[in-house]
């Protein structure tokens, strides 16, 4: 007679199965990071190398037990400060309509690959942080619209609530001021009604505020960088970036000596010129781990409103200039789109008589090849 083979165990293996306690689905890991590394800093012809690259330094990742195949290459930054429940509708609006599968207002796709994924609210950002006095970080919050997270923040003297792009290792219940539409009294009055430059950068430039880039001492990491003396950041805020205050090109005047304009080296390498009334924040852009992350599975992709792409190689040659042939093969033409676009860096469209004037290097250009990180 057969015997069931639970039955021909051991004992005392049969009692560890059992007494063992049950195990959830998904078992989180964490890596802590090291410190975090300083960037490469150019400071009047000065350059200041960061040792090995950002890959090398900190992987603050969460990884899981590959329970399922889905978890078994997903990779999380470790954001648990993150608030766990809904965003401030009043400061959210809907987001539907044609656009979200890549269409313009006739229906015709403008922008391929996208489509379907989970539903969302805009949520309105104050780009620009206008209000003076200090306001109070109620929590940091997750946007399904950005790589960034977002600081709900609310002012002491009105309570009037407002997102703005949070800085990495901001917490709730910071301060943060602005100081974008003047310099306060009280604070005039601590330096004994004397403007001191390095007494003012001491008292201001902490992280989180908002402050004309003159005001910047140099090296100084900012984020969310305007470009005018009038309107909101338009450089430096997705997750990570930053910029660097790199010069300030001073002018003589009947009053004394003025900024004329601010040299900073944005993300890319590019060195440009920003107006010195231009609005920046203090610090650099939260979740910068974000470059790291692994979604795992196609399935996030989804959800995340990105359609699949197939690859011109691999279709007929009525479809596509790659397509056709016998194997893996272009059929010897350059990288191109669907309708013979250089595919790699496109057409130029810079012209020498159409110079840009806030330039002063450009950033460097690959040309299609990959560069060492």
């Not at 004309?212 to 090296?219: N, S, T, W």
Request: with cysteine; aromatic share 6%.
């Amino acid at each position: 007679m057969l015997q069931p083979r639970i039955c021909l165990s051991q004992p005392v293996r049969l009692a560890r199965v059992f007494l063992q306690p049950a195990r959830s689905y998904a078992t989180a890991v964490d890596h802590v990071p090291p410190p975090p590394i300083n960037p490469a800093v150019s400071v009047d012809g000065a350059h200041l190398e960061a040792g090995g690259s950002r890959r090398e330094h900190f992987i603050p990742l969460r990884t899981y037990k590959p329970r399922t195949p889905g978890l078994r290459h997903l990779k999380r930054p470790v954001n648990d400060h993150l608030w766990k429940g809904r965003p401030y509708l009043k400061l959210t609006i809907a987001k539907k309509g044609q656009h979200l599968g890549g269409r313009n207002n006739s229906g015709r796709v403008t922008v391929r690959h996208r489509g379907g994924g989970h539903r969302r609210r805009i949520r309105i950002v104050d780009y620009k942080r206008y209000l003076p006095g200090v306001h109070v970080v109620e929590r940091i919050e997750y946007d399904p619209n950005r790589t960034a997270h977002l600081a709900l923040i609310t002012r002491v003297e009105t309570g009037e609530k407002s997102y703005i792009v949070a800085a990495d290792g901001m917490r709730a219940g910071d301060e943060i001021q602005s100081y974008r539409s003047g310099i306060p009294k009280e604070l005039l009055d601590s330096m004994g009604g004397v403007m001191d430059p390095g007494m003012l950068a001491a008292k201001t430039a902490s992280r989180g505020n908002c402050l004309p880039i003159h005001m910047v001492p140099l090296g100084t990491q900012v984020y969310n960088v305007g470009s005018k003396s009038k309107g909101g950041g338009v450089f430096c805020r997705s997750a990570g970036t930053y910029a660097i205050v790199v010069n300030k090109e001073e002018v003589e005047t009947p009053k004394g000596v003025s900024v004329k304009s601010v040299i900073v080296r944005l993300q890319s390498g590019e060195v440009r010129k920003v107006s010195p009334d231009a609005c920046c924040t203090i610090g650099v852009a939260s979740n910068i781990q974000s470059h790291f992350t692994s979604l795992g599975k196609a399935g996030r992709a989804r959800w995340m409103g990105k359609r699949p792409e197939v690859r011109g190689v691999a279709m007929n040659a009525a479809d596509h200039p790659h397509g056709g042939g016998r194997g893996k093969s272009k059929g010897n033409v350059h990288p191109v789109s669907p309708w013979g676009t250089p595919a790699k860096g496109g057409y130029k469209t810079r012209h020498k008589r159409n110079k840009h004037v806030f330039l002063v290097q450009d950033r460097p250009r690959n040309q299609g090849k990959r560069r060492p990180r």
